[in-house]
């Protein structure tokens, strides 16, 4: 079974429902289809084979939809990369993953040409003012429907290492987690779902393999912002949507919340970040109509491991507390906890989060050294640190791999503390992640500066910003005047660092 | 993911809840899970390998549910066997499947020995009474997960030349199934399901896996009698089950219907067989809170391609006219009619019903010649006519294959007509379905005799029930004078004989 099966199924079933909103474009799946089988032929024209990647710098618009369907039926595999990079950052995913075609949208062409022009290979490309082009002139190409672990996607994922790694998802991978989500949040061919989580993503990317696969119906929404999140769904009756508790703060702060006609929405799903209880509660209460399902998971895991139903988003009774957790494993999941030896904990005992399953991942692009590190025995390390209740529920209670989630982006400290390195003033540095209103964390530095003098903080934010992409950059960055607490073994004590900042308390993770 | 996945996700989530429960029986998932990896343990000292088969006579019993589930763990195929076949059916079987270990119930014990004393291989036993003993004696064996395209089970199905086929089924196509009847049905760990249709076709039979993979509750019932029907839903508080019509019309006509608890009873699936409106309609009437669903497919889509949904099973309105229809095509089906060249055809046009995708079988066993001629280019050729309405809504017109539905159970026409034909007074004969108030059709036999004072229609049909099961044996016989109607090309006119009975209106499928 091939991800682009719904396309055909829908086109049988329903063929004048509308498959793609996106502002004033419409399209049914007749014409969704029509579109999707001629830009896949454009692509072959083009040279693109079986198994070839395309890369596309792409917004949450219908030309994003179109560019996963057509790239899936012409065989190839999906590279969405990441808008907010910088050009560096997409130069280092274009050499990597190494497309037969870069594709981008208007409004990224200045970083898409960037990018292009630091990379040593030449790409072929199919620039955005040629595609409606290409449509018009080519011949629906037949659906090339590779399926099982034929390679669908790669989604770049931060790396501990400072490198981004590409996450090798095959076509069973994704329709793994639709075939979840689809029971989980009774996804038919009348759901109506709102796409504002950025699809280079696949917390956001992996919905429209759902939606596809049932029939329902794509509305983009290309920036979030409250009004016109809840003007769309007023207007386009939406039913679900993904959200991260950033967009959820922003929401509850909006002046229209309360006027806005929300009768069509079902369940609102979240993750990808830490909800704090009072968030939740605020949401729950100004939107009472509307279910909430937590999922936990990661890249790896395309993405979904385990979810917390709408029915334990409650504060009193019996489930009290279970919103604290991460959920339980969804069908097909195995979840364990192993200690630093790989033995199996039993209930209430902390370690390593251990997922097995069909929604591992193939591997890491190019990347075997990374992989067998990553996957043991068929059990993907997360690196998240954590246990299961009596329940089966899992909570989480810090990450391994030291990461920090600032408006649902991971940031790895490493690579940020690499960047801070490069600064020929910087002689030690320590980045955490510190409570912040609006991004849940935001990314602090401490640094113990070569000539405390002369450091400029703003000066070293900017250096930051010529070399990784903007949301990764300190916001703030504080100066050290000894050498940073350290553990026997010389390991820097972020415990220790980030204590002033969380009140001592451990830092939450959900 | 294998297909016992669930127990361990289960016994991990709510190891106390109950998973099984036979009249007075009743398993926890954690005795349930201990019990099943200790007989697994048990066939696999007793030599079962990977891939190797396991038959079994069982009725729906907890025993039939911890066969399922031991052979899959110890990485053994199922070969669950029809409890209605004759002695020498049942040797065919055996002897086609060729299974490392053949176990039976005590009630089967007769037909066992006999079968396996027709038999020219003497296979190895796990007699019913020394199961118990096995169980407590074995070490718990560690669960061999087989995935993907190994086999899972081997499912006879009736065959058009005259003997069984064994269907390959595998554990992607049984998870692909189990998927489906799960967004479908609303199937999750809460749901009481009530094992009532036979286990050994697959239609009842896929429906353990389901359970099995969300952890809700088996619930069985060995013989399908109204009161004790009644009795379980109430006792057991059962949320869902599958009913054949035959079925269903014994349960309206059942004095207790209307004092019947059905509270608790959310959703009735029914299938594989004709269902009448006026029946359809009398059980909704008397069933007011129970939705219906049907599942249209056969053995070798694991089973469902088609399911008519709760909603569209209204006689006004827009959708009135549907529940004549098999329903619409099941998330990852392709379903096509073809014609006699093997073009796919437009709406409303009648043709041969073809499916792809996920569900269908590996092919059938040993049986290349019969697999390449069932499954062109991934399209199983179901054998069925029917046309897709304009809204891709299923409607079937005839039975390529010239079945004859009896009770739930498939007869083959030219395996009634084999057996007839060695008789020494049968000249020429044609097997038909009738109409029959209580099992759907009734076989019948039109025969044109060698010598027709000395025929006896009571001998005739008593000689059938020597060679085939009893279910297969017609009914009645009528004696024809002349020869039998014939087309131009020498086929015999079955739509002719069938005219008096079905006065003269074509018969009726779905």
Not at 114 to 127: E, G, Q, V, Y
Not at 211 to 235: Q, W
Not at 458 to 486: G, M, N, W
Request: aromatic letters at 8%; charged letters at 20%; proline letters at 4%.
């Amino acid at each position: 079974m091939s991800l682009t099966q719904g396309i055909h199924r829908a086109n049988q079933l329903w063929p004048e429902r509308t498959a793609l909103v996106d502002g004033e474009l419409r399209y049914t799946w007749k014409q969704h289809a029509d579109r999707v089988s001629r830009l896949a032929g454009a692509l072959i024209e083009r040279g693109l084979s079986s198994g070839d990647r395309v890369a596309m710098l792409g917004q949450n618009s219908a030309a994003m939809i179109e560019y996963y369907f057509a790239v899936l039926w012409a065989g190839g595999v999906l590279v969405p990369v990441n808008t907010r990079w910088s050009a560096e950052e997409v130069r280092y995913c274009l050499e990597d993953s190494d497309p037969s075609i870069v594709m981008w949208e208007p409004e990224l062409a200045e970083l898409a040409q960037d990018s292009l022009a630091r990379c040593t290979k030449r790409f072929a490309t199919l620039p955005p003012n040629e595609v409606e082009a290409a449509i018009a002139e080519a011949a629906p190409a037949q659906d090339r429907r590779r399926t099982g672990s034929d390679l669908a996607a790669l989604f770049y994922t931060g790396g501990t290492t400072g490198r981004s790694k590409g996450v090798m998802l095959s076509h069973a991978n994704l329709i793994a987690n639709a075939m979840n989500a689809m029971a989980n949040m009774k996804i038919n061919g009348d759901t109506v779902h709102l796409h504002t989580s950025p699809l280079f993503h696949v917390a956001g990317g992996s919905r429209p393999f759902t939606i596809a696969l049932v029939g329902g119906t794509h509305v983009m929404l290309r920036n979030f912002e409250p009004e016109s999140f809840l003007a769309t769904i007023e207007r386009e009756r939406v039913t679900l949507t993904i959200v991260v508790p950033t967009m959820l703060r922003r929401l509850l702060a909006a002046r229209t919340l309360e006027s806005a006609d929300l009768s069509s929405l079902q369940l609102l799903s979240y993750g990808a970040s830490p909800m704090p209880e009072a968030l939740l509660r605020a949401a729950m209460q100004k939107m009472p109509g509307v279910a909430f399902l937590q999922s936990y998971g990661m890249t790896e895991l395309s993405p979904v491991a385990t979810v917390l139903e709408p029915r334990f988003h409650v504060f009193d009774g019996a489930d009290a507390g279970k919103t604290a957790s991460a959920g339980r494993a969804v069908v097909g999941a195995d979840v364990a906890i192993v200690d630093a030896d790989g033995r199996h904990l039993g209930c209430g005992e902390v370690g390593e989060v251990c997922v097995r399953g069909p929604m591992v991942m193939e591997g890491y692009w190019r990347n075997e050294a990374a992989t067998r590190e990553a996957i043991v025995d068929g059990w993907m390390h997360t690196g998240d640190v954590g246990y299961l209740d009596e329940d089966g529920f899992l909570f989480l209670v810090d990450r391994a791999k030291d990461m920090i989630v600032t408006g649902g982006e991971n940031v790895y400290s490493s690579e940020v503390e690499s960047a801070l390195y490069e600064h020929p003033n910087v002689h030690e540095c320590a980045v955490i992640g510190i409570p912040d209103e609006q991004w849940g964390e935001a990314v602090h530095a401490v640094v113990v500066a070569k000539s405390a003098e002369q450091f400029d903080a703003d000066e070293v934010i900017a250096f930051c910003q010529q070399r990784i992409a903007r949301y990764k950059c300190p916001k703030s960055i504080t100066v050290h005047d000894a050498e940073l607490p350290k553990s026997g073994a010389g390991k820097i004590l972020k415990t220790e660092l980030r204590k002033p900042f969380w009140g001592g308390s451990q830092r939450s993770i959900n």
